[in-house]
């Protein structure tokens, strides 16, 4: 059984960047075909897609956040992380991390795992 877990602060200060960890048990990042991916929440909106990874380390930016957003992994922690910078109030979601097969589609019914995700605010 796959599980994610997300961790990071819950209140970010505006402008700062913020930074959060995907911790993948019961499963490797590295297992081919696999896209370990960030996806938010804001409040009273839909999810967005914000990127991902793949198994061997390639990366894949949302159009919108790709200017302030990076995501690295250690393989070694078997963890992923998302960096985003320049946070405005905007910003405050819930994060998730999730997978998904690439050979399945894009929909979110086709992520099989998701983390419980982890609720961010942006203020001062």
């Known amino acids: 059984q796959v599980q994610l877990q997300e961790s990071g602060p819950g209140l970010v200060q505006p402008s700062q960047t913020l930074s959060l960890t995907c911790t993948v048990s019961?499963?490797?990042?590295?297992?081919?075909?696999?896209?370990w991916t960030w996806i938010r929440q804001p409040p009273g909106k839909g999810l967005e897609w914000m990127g991902a990874?793949?198994?061997?380390?390639?990366?894949f930016y949302g159009p919108s956040l790709k200017s302030r957003t990076s995501i690295s992994r250690d393989t070694s922690k078997n963890q992923f992380t998302l960096q985003m910078s320049s946070l405005t109030p905007e910003d405050t979601a819930v994060y998730y991390c999730?997978?998904?097969?690439?050979?399945?589609?894009?929909?979110?019914?086709?992520?099989?795992?998701w983390g419980q995700g982890t609720q961010v605010t942006v203020s001062s």
């Open positions: 999730a997978r998904r097969h690439r050979l399945r589609g894009s929909k979110w019914s086709d992520y099989d795992y």
């Open positions: 019961g499963g490797s990042i590295t297992t081919d075909y696999y896209y």
């Open positions: 990874t793949s198994s061997t380390g390639s990366t």
